[in-house]
């Protein structure tokens, strides 16, 4: 399955379009499956910051999940996503 989003350079046009409507709170993120995560999350907090620039109460770096938290962490994450580790692997459809 892919995972989708915007790219790390369309960050700040897209966070300009948010805070016209809502109030930006920070960034949600999870590590592509084809790149390793600590890779992925360290250029998700560069991008993070680069937009705390211009909107410094984006605070929240919601980034990990269950299989890659310890590497989230180490990234700054301030939020992370464990429902696998809590409730178990989703069923297939």
Known sequence: PAR?????????????????????RGI???????????EAFAVVARAHEQMQERFPEASVRCIGMSDDFPE????GATHIRVGSALLGPRPLL
Do not use: F, N, Q, Y
Not at 4 to 24: F, N
Not at 28 to 38: C, E, G, K, T, W
């Open 28 to 38: 949600m993120a999870v590590s592509p499956l084809s790149m390793d995560p600590a």
């Open 72 to 75: 989230a962490i180490a990234h």
């Open 4 to 24: 989708g989003g915007v790219a790390s350079h369309d960050l700040t046009d897209l966070a300009e379009t948010i805070t016209g409507t809502l109030r930006l």
